[in-house]
């Protein structure tokens, strides 16, 4: 699958140093940062039961469809490590046309490309872009590079007034 494909890419560096230097270590907490709120437990709790929750379902538009939005709320508050979890989560699931053409989750994936916040995250959101382009028809490709040359175009003409 895709984060697979990235882990084994050598351009992937970030994907492949973020993550799984990560995983195999503990890391030493002082004694202030192992006193935590109990609303920031219950916070973190409730991320992890998310995720849980929803790799326990079925593939259908409607966990990916939760998965969007809680990818949404965490690229409209920053929270890197969610939006992580999300794309991993993604990631898991095999997409196909259809459910990328109902729950049109390639756009909110694609916004993360956007964000300079993000930028340990691109190698991770372009694999999984790069995967589901590939799923797309032919018809859907050929649409969308006539997109891309007509933006590029008026792009090039208004840059030169």
């Known amino acids: 699958m895709a984060i697979e494909d990235a882990k084994n890419d050598d351009t992937a560096k970030p994907l492949r140093q973020g993550t799984s230097a990560i995983i195999g270590q503990k890391r030493a907490r002082s004694p202030a940062a192992t006193t935590t709120t109990t609303t920031a437990t219950k916070s973190k709790k409730e991320s992890k039961a998310f995720g849980a929750d929803l790799l326990k ?3 259908s538009s409607s966990s ?3 998965i969007k939005e809680h990818l949404s709320a965490a690229i409209a508050d920053r929270q890197v490590n969610d939006v992580r979890r999300c794309l991993i989560q993604l990631g ?5 046309f259809e459910l990328l053409k109902e729950t049109k989750v390639g ?3 694609g ?3 956007e964000g300079e916040a993000f930028r340990p995250l691109f190698a991770l959101a372009q694999a999984l872009l790069g995967d589901w382009i590939s799923k797309l028809p ?3 490709l050929d649409a969308l590079r006539d997109e891309v040359g007509v933006r590029n175009a008026i792009h090039t003409a208004v840059s030169k007034r």
């Open 92 to 96: 898991g699931i095999r997409m196909n």
């Open 111 to 113: 916004t993360v490309l």
């Open 57 to 59: 379902q079925t593939t």
């Open 138 to 140: 032919m018809a859907t």
């Open 64 to 66: 990916i469809n939760a």
């Open 107 to 109: 756009i909110v994936v």
